[in-house]
């Protein structure tokens, strides 16, 4: 079951569409509070003539100490890249994302064994200077050029028809449970499958 194509595997990917966003994080040098707020210095997007962001917000630690760097993106997620620059890595610095968007958080660690909470500050000097950098990049899958939706641009299509759905009369709603023959709205809102679909499609139309 593991290694089946479902409708989160696509074994034909020259047929999808990707969307790619990235920046550069720095770790400036500072003095940080265990909230993560900073009294200066800090994580930032380090951007320029030679460093370019795309589609990347911002930037902070949290209050468990994790850096989180905030995208303009949507799930689901093909691929997170994260790339210590030769500064960490002569430090022994390595980072792992979690989460895909809009908001990934990264767990950073030194030497393979500890972890660092970046909000305290000896784990905060750790990790900062004035050429330290993280290389980070985002890889989704947008619409494949069959001209078919991937399944969140289709959750979305049914999330929108239920919405209206709920505008409009109570009776409505009835005549539209009728016709899925008692099928919720959940169910199919929540449902991958074509053919659910399609019969979503035929009685919204019936309506």
């Known amino acids: 079951m593991a290694n089946e194509i479902g409708p989160f595997k696509d074994a034909t990917h020259p047929d999808i569409e990707w969307d790619i966003r990235a920046c550069v994080v720095r770790f400036e040098p500072g003095v940080v509070n265990p909230d993560g707020s900073f009294q200066s210095g800090g994580p930032y997007i380090h951007a320029n003539e030679t460093h370019v962001a795309v589609g990347a917000l911002g930037v902070h630690i949290d209050s468990s100490g994790r850096l989180e760097v905030i995208n303009d993106g949507g799930a689901p997620i093909g691929s997170i890249t ?50 330290c950098n993280v290389w980070l990049a985002w890889l989704t899958p947008r619409v494949r050029s069959t001209g078919r939706p991937s399944p ?6 049914l999330e929108e028809k239920v919405a209206d759905l709920q505008r409009r009369t109570p ?24 053919q659910n679909i399609a019969q979503f499609n035929e009685a919204y139309a019936q309506i």
């Open 152 to 157: 969140t641009d289709r959750i979305a299509e």
């Open 82 to 131: 994260c790339t210590p620059d030769e500064s960490l890595v002569a430090r022994g610095i390595d980072l792992g994302p979690s989460g895909g968007a809009p908001g990934t958080r990264f767990i950073a660690r030194q030497d393979g064994v500890g972890r660092l909470y970046l909000n305290l500050q000896a784990d905060w000097d750790a990790i900062a200077g004035e050429t």
């Open 171 to 194: 009776g409505s709603v009835a005549r539209f449970n009728q016709h899925l023959d008692g099928q919720s709205i959940a169910q199919l809102n929540t449902s991958h499958d074509g």
